[in-house]
């Protein structure tokens, strides 16, 4: 249906004032992918978004779409179209006017440009909505208008500002695998901004992690989750826990670090030097509830919390600097030793589950 | 027990609802105050004006009575076609003026203005001149329109014109300047007022869609804006069509206006005349707000 267009940030910043919202951010988007910028709020992804979109001016840097360079084009001009947090539709214009407005502004006739928009509706399965005004229709109803606004300006990239925040939990679930299945349909890519790990996890081919105006990671959700570049990542992805101290000392690529509070611990690394501060993930599944062959390998915490979540049990626990350290086991493993809060456990883990974690350069 | 202490509630409650006045009492009671207000002071005069439109009168005094002959006098003479016909003109001429000044100034401010406080700001200005009276900022025109006025004075120095403009004051011109003058703030209050309801993304979203900066204009802000326009409208369209001292002043006595005329005929004693002319007025400009609002929805403004 449409041609898809790679998108090449390349070392853009954002300043507003005396703030920068981002810091030469560089970033390529391939064609036809699904990519998800994903970060807190205030990281600077919507900002990014934005420029992309045409909304933000760039304060240096350049944005390539395909083999065009966008940077000082106006937001129609781009081949980008974009989807509105809100969905911005236009209260006094019925559903068929709403999505026939870009072709109102390119100047085609009244009756063509209808009968464009109701195909547009059709395929959204809207069209027996086409009368009524947008405040008549539900939130689900209204994404999918606004999704046959964008489109129907043919974009090789769609642009999408949180599209589910403004959705029920339930809908929200319906409405991300919609998304997902019209962008396998038209192959054009996608640049969704959300900040909810498990939507982008869901969705996306590649996950953007953003944090105050900078990249912590970009890749496939898989290497997000398995190798976290970061401890932000870690950290915001969920699921692992983050241990910090000093290196102490370098055998071959096994490098050993000590927690402040006195701990070793092992990981594999490379390129380390002694006394640098380094921290280490280790995911809370891959935690288990026995002492440690190897002393590098674990420790022993005070549990603090007990949850019941059905198949499996979440234990929190304190020590080695953590407050938060957070194991996840099978409910039959739980229930053959079962921990109450208070108790002293042993925790090990192997050094194939330690990821080392970087740090963005400042 | 707890069955036993339910059913005496029960009986309780009952006996409670016995005692209170029915419900519509209650509602009826606490309309009254508003009722009074409006039934002594709007229904009420109204109702007079009528009942003394039909009635008889002659230099000496009103004699009450069913007569159509004040309809008839009113309705009957060139001179009411005509004052009708300069009012409207009046109206129709500051209506546009009002309109196409408030709403650029509205937008100007709603748009073009950063910050809130700095919103304010401004808009407190544009009421300060409303802090004096209507006849002060009329009469204040006086020393700059006038023959020897600051205008004429410079345009002379400067030597633009020979000898001084005799239209600046006490004309038409006159009277539509200080209309617009006095009535450019009803307009721009409401639809400053809608204006920043808009969404600010419908602006980006139409930007978006290819949409110039005058077809986010045409297409976007004005349909959104025309509940303002419309109140804003009706506000100076009453005001102006019901006008006297405004025409009396600028034009020197050489204009007239539909009340003027019956503030004239009032101070010939002539009430069941202006009694009647008052109800005509009302009537066309009851017809105007009606025609305004089938035009434009204003409800989801109110």
Same mark, same amino acid.
Request: proline share 4%.
């Given at each position: ?362 | ?47 007079? @004006?009528? /009942? ?9 005094? =009103? #004699?009450? %009575? +069913? ?88 345009? @002379?120095? /400067? ?9 600046? =004051? #006490?004309? %038409? +011109? ?129």
């Amino acid at each position: 249906m449409s041609k898809a267009a790679e998108i090449d940030i390349a070392s853009v910043s954002k300043v507003y004032g005396t703030t920068t919202a981002v810091h030469a951010i560089s970033l390529k988007i391939p064609a036809g992918s699904y990519c998800c910028l994903l970060g807190p709020s205030g990281c600077g992804k919507t900002s990014t978004l934005r420029m992309i979109a045409g909304h933000e001016s760039i304060s240096s840097g350049d944005i390539r779409l395909g083999n065009v360079v966008v940077t000082d084009f106006p937001p129609a001009k781009r081949g980008t179209a974009m989807m509105f947090q809100s969905y911005a539709l236009f209260p006094h214009l019925d559903l068929v006017d709403n999505v026939a407005f870009s072709l109102k502004m390119k100047g085609v006739e009244k009756e063509e440009r209808r009968a464009k928009a109701l195909e547009m509706l059709k395929l959204m399965q809207m069209e027996a909505y086409a009368t009524r005004r947008p405040a008549q229709l539900s939130g689900g109803q209204q994404q999918r208008v606004a999704l046959a606004r964008a489109l129907i300006t043919d974009p090789e990239a769609l642009l999408l500002d949180e599209p589910l925040s403004a959705l029920d939990p339930f809908l929200k679930i319906r409405m991300r695998a919609e998304l997902k299945k019209l962008q396998k349909t038209l192959g054009i890519t996608f640049v969704h901004v959300t900040h909810s790990q498990e939507e982008a996890m869901a969705l996306a081919d590649l996950i953007v992690i953003m944090n105050n105006g900078r990249i912590e990671q970009a890749a496939p959700p898989r290497n997000v989750f398995e190798q976290p570049a970061t401890a932000f990542v870690a950290r915001f992805m969920g699921d692992h826990n983050v241990l910090s101290g000093r290196v102490t000392a370098i055998d071959n690529d096994i490098v050993t670090l000590t927690a402040p509070e006195g701990q070793s611990f092992s990981v594999r690394d490379i390129a380390q030097e002694i006394g640098k501060p380094i921290d280490i993930g280790i995911r809370t599944d891959r935690v288990r509830l026995e002492p440690a062959s190897d002393k590098s390998l674990g420790f022993q915490g005070i549990v603090s919390n007990v949850e019941y979540r059905g198949a499996s049990v979440k234990i929190t626990l304190i020590g080695a600097g953590s407050d938060d350290f957070t194991v996840v086991v099978s409910d039959a493993d739980y229930f053959k030793k079962p921990a109450s809060t208070g108790d002293a456990v042993s925790l090990s883990w192997a050094l194939e589950d330690v990821i080392p974690l970087g740090r963005v350069s400042a | 027990m707890t069955a036993v202490a339910t059913s005496g509630e029960i009986k309780a409650g009952k006996a409670s609802r016995g005692l209170a006045a029915p419900s519509w009492l209650a509602a009826w009671l606490q309309a009254t105050p508003l009722l009074l207000i409006l039934g002594f002071f709007f229904i009420l005069p109204i109702l007079t @004006i009528i /009942v003394v439109s039909f009635w008889d009168y002659d230099f000496a005094g =009103l #004699y009450p %009575d +069913f007569l159509t002959m004040n309809y008839a006098d009113t309705l009957g003479s060139w001179v009411t076609w005509k004052t009708y016909l300069n009012t409207l003109k009046f109206t129709a001429i500051t209506w546009a003026l009002t309109l196409f000044i408030g709403f650029w100034v509205a937008y100007f401010l709603a748009f073009h203005i950063r910050t809130t406080t700095m919103q304010m700001v401004l808009f407190l200005v544009c009421t300060v001149p409303f802090l004096t009276s209507n006849i002060i900022r009329m009469i204040s025109w006086i020393p700059v329109l006038g023959r020897n006025g600051l205008v004429n004075s410079t345009l @002379i120095e /400067v030597g633009i014109i020979p000898q001084p403009i005799e239209w600046l =004051l #006490y004309s %038409d +011109f006159a009277v539509v300047l200080a209309m617009v003058h006095l009535n450019t703030l009803f307009m721009v209050t409401p639809i400053f007022n809608t204006l920043m309801r808009i969404d600010r993304s419908l602006i980006e979203a139409a930007r978006d869609c290819g949409a110039s900066g005058w077809q986010v204009l045409w297409n976007v802000i004005l349909p959104l804006a025309k509940p303002g326009m419309a109140i804003g409208s009706i506000f100076v369209v009453t005001l102006v069509m019901a006008d006297f001292s405004t025409v009396q002043v600028m034009s020197g006595g050489q204009s007239a206006s539909v009340a003027l005329m019956m503030k004239n005929q009032m101070s010939l004693l002539q009430y069941p005349a202006a009694a009647a002319n008052a109800v005509v007025l009302l009537v066309v400009v009851l017809l105007m707000v009606a025609a305004i609002l089938r035009v434009v929805d204003i409800r989801k403004e109110l």
